[in-house]
Structures are given as structure tokens and as C-alpha cells.
């Protein structure tokens, strides 16, 4: 893994709230930062497509995602994406053999204490490195191929849906 894409959507993860009533913006992507302060030993490329909560991603924003991992040179993508469309952003982009790509975000806002976005970052990382071509989910601890994962609502979790 020389040079990683690492494509930026918004979502939970880059979550700014303002006060207790939950008004939140969509902030500066913070993947990049993380990624910074983590002292990875990779290079990456980073490029934001939008900064939208995943309720509001379209197929249009899909249709952007996969036309900048269509169109690049890395081998191995790493997707920041809210996580109640994840799994149907994922799966629009069909069968990718020639890539590793992996979506992650996170439950809470990475500006929160409680955070998961960092191990999930992380998880997403360890994907790339490890996970054969195709398209993946790295949450809850676990890299799910993305036609065989779910959101449980019930849980506040990824599932495998078989």
C-alpha cells in the first residue's frame, strides 16, 4: 500500500454540535487529521466530495464517489461516510476487482470524548492492508463485505446479515 485515496463525505464523524438540542453542521473532514496525529507510515491522497449527513447523500453524490475511484491510480480506498446510507453507498458501487476499498465513519462525532471514529479508522486501515479486492465496511470492530452487512438500529451496531 504506497498511496492511499482517501475520500471524505462528511457524516456523524465530522459532526459539530452547537448545543444540548442536538443543532449540529457537518464540519471540516477530520480523517485527514487523525490520520495525521496517528503517525501513519502511508501517503495519501485526500479528496472531499461532499459534507453532508448520509440521510442526504444522493445517488448523484454516489454517482461522484465512484467516478473519483474509478478515475484514480490507488490500488486501495479508504471512504469516510455518515453511517445510516453506508451500506447503500457501498453497495452502488458494484464489483470492484481491480480495488480495496473500505467505508467507515462512526456512531458518535469524533469530536466526542466517547468517540469510536479513531478504532474504526483504524479498523478501516488494517482492511486496506489485509483485504482482498473488493468493497468492504469496517465497523463495530469488524470488515464486512458490503453485500452482507447491515446497520442494526436496535444494537447501534454493523451485522453481518447472513
Do not use: W
Amino acid at each position: 500500500m504506497k498511496t492511499i485515496l482517501l475520500i471524505t463525505t462528511g457524516g456523524t464523524l465530522d459532526k459539530v454540535y452547537f448545543d444540548a438540542l442536538s443543532e449540529y453542521q457537518v464540519g471540516n473532514a477530520v480523517a485527514p487529521e487523525i490520520l495525521q496525529r496517528m503517525n501513519v507510515n502511508f501517503c495519501y491522497e485526500h479528496k472531499e466530495i461532499c459534507r453532508k449527513d448520509s440521510l442526504e447523500i444522493t445517488d448523484q453524490d454516489r454517482a461522484l464517489i465512484k467516478q473519483a475511484i474509478d478515475g484514480c491510480e490507488h490500488d486501495h480506498v479508504l471512504v469516510t461516510h455518515g453511517t445510516d446510507t453506508m451500506v447503500q453507498t457501498a453497495q452502488f458501487l458494484g464489483e470492484q476487482p481491480e480495488k480495496t476499498i473500505v467505508f467507515t465513519g462512526a456512531m458518535q462525532p469524533a469530536a466526542f470524548a466517547n468517540t469510536d471514529a479513531i478504532f474504526n479508522i483504524g479498523t478501516a486501515i488494517g482492511a486496506l492492508n489485509s483485504a482482498p479486492k473488493g468493497v468492504y465496511v469496517a465497523m463495530s470492530g469488524q470488515v464486512f463485505l458490503a453485500s452482507k452487512v447491515y446497520k442494526n438500529y436496535e444494537t447501534k451496531r454493523f451485522e453481518d446479515n447472513e
